[in-house]
């Protein structure tokens, strides 16, 4: 599954991903034209028409134009959970599923997507199921070196997860409070 399948342009869909994989940060129009390697015409259309939306505000510095995505945008969580299944850690996950065993859970924290550091203490991924660890593994680098960081990841069974839950481990508990997505399945029967 790709955002291309949801939105049509492909424009749209590459300034999404450039804005949400940033969160927060300000980028001016000829950074993301050469980032999204897209026309310049094309680049400000659809500016244009975030701006309209209401998805991105802009900015004037000294003759340049900048843009940055709203937090306070009513779909800014659910397009951000879309860019975080559908590029980076969350797209390879999906896309190697079948290479990582049974997966019954992949959880990405909400500090991991949003690119915010993350702390030994608190996991990035938490990954349950019968699951091949190096092939987990090698995604997890794979990532670290594009986002310049450590990611931090557990691995679970299905049987040791439910029994830490069931006992109210404080490491369970820690990952289960903190803001999360969904890469593989129900964020009910995670929880609950």
Not at 60 to 72: E, P, Q, T, V
Not at 84 to 89: A, Q
């Amino acid at each position: 599954m790709q955002l291309s399948d949801l939105i049509v342009s492909r424009c749209r869909v590459k300034l999404l991903t450039l804005f949400l994989t940033n969160p927060g940060k300000i980028i001016h129009v000829r950074e993301l034209v050469r980032q999204s390697k897209e026309e310049i015409n094309a680049v400000r259309r659809e500016l244009a028409h975030m701006e309209k939306c209401g998805m991105v505000t802009k900015e004037h510095r000294a003759n340049r134009l900048y843009y940055s995505f709203r937090k306070d945008y009513p779909l800014y969580f659910d397009l951000l959970e879309l860019i975080t299944k559908t590029t980076g850690l969350g797209a390879a996950i999906l896309k190697n599923r079948n290479k990582l065993g049974r997966v019954k859970f992949a959880m990405l924290s909400g500090k991991l997507a949003r690119n915010l550091p993350g702390s030994a203490e608190k996991v990035d991924l938490l990954i349950v199921g019968t699951v091949v660890i190096p092939e987990v593994a090698a995604l997890v680098r794979e990532d670290e070196i594009h986002r310049g960081r450590e990611i931090f990841f557990t691995p679970m069974t299905e049987e040791e997860f439910a029994f830490r839950k069931k006992k109210r481990d404080s490491f369970i508990l820690g990952i289960l409070e903190t803001s999360r997505i969904m890469v593989i399945g129900d964020e009910e029967e995670l929880i609950s």
